[in-house]
Nanobody
Framework: QVQLVESGGGLVQAGGSLRLSCAAS????????MGWFRQAPGKEREFVST????????YYATAVKGRFTISRDNAKNTVYLQMNSLKPEDTAVYYC?????????????????WGQGTQVTVSS
């Protein structure tokens, strides 16, 4: 049973930083791709970033490229999303997701496993 648990959300002022964590358990994730998605109130879920667990390849949404960084800690089975230069439009619930095989995907429907989400609020 794959379990993903996000943490690290909170309230931050515009221009600030947060680091989200996604602790993964229940599998060996070397054959997985991990993704971060977000959903703002009244909006559809959108792709943020993805990473191949095995080779570390990454991809970012245009809206966050250059500000957000996805990374992993193999020893801790944890994926991170470092978010810098935050903007009010980054306010959303952020979700961690996992899919196999490890091909990167921007589509939420390609991800089988999801965390419960963590709220990020950026004040202006």
């Amino acid at each position: 049973q794959v379990q993903l648990v996000e943490s690290g959300g909170g309230l931050v002022q515009a221009g600030g930083s947060l680091r989200l964590s996604c602790a993964a358990s229940g599998r060996t994730f070397s054959s997985y791709a991990m993704g971060w998605f977000r959903q703002a109130p009244g909006k559809e879920r959108e792709f943020v970033s993805t990473m191949s667990w095995s080779d570390g390849s990454t991809y970012y949404a245009t809206a966050v490229k250059g500000r957000f960084t996805i990374s992993r800690d193999n020893a801790k089975n944890t994926v991170y999303l470092q978010m810098n230069s935050l903007k009010p439009e980054d306010t959303a619930v952020y979700y961690c997701a996992a899919r196999t095989p490890r091909l990167l995907s921007l589509r939420g429907t390609d991800y089988r496993y999801w965390g419960q989400g963590t709220q990020v609020t950026v004040s202006s």
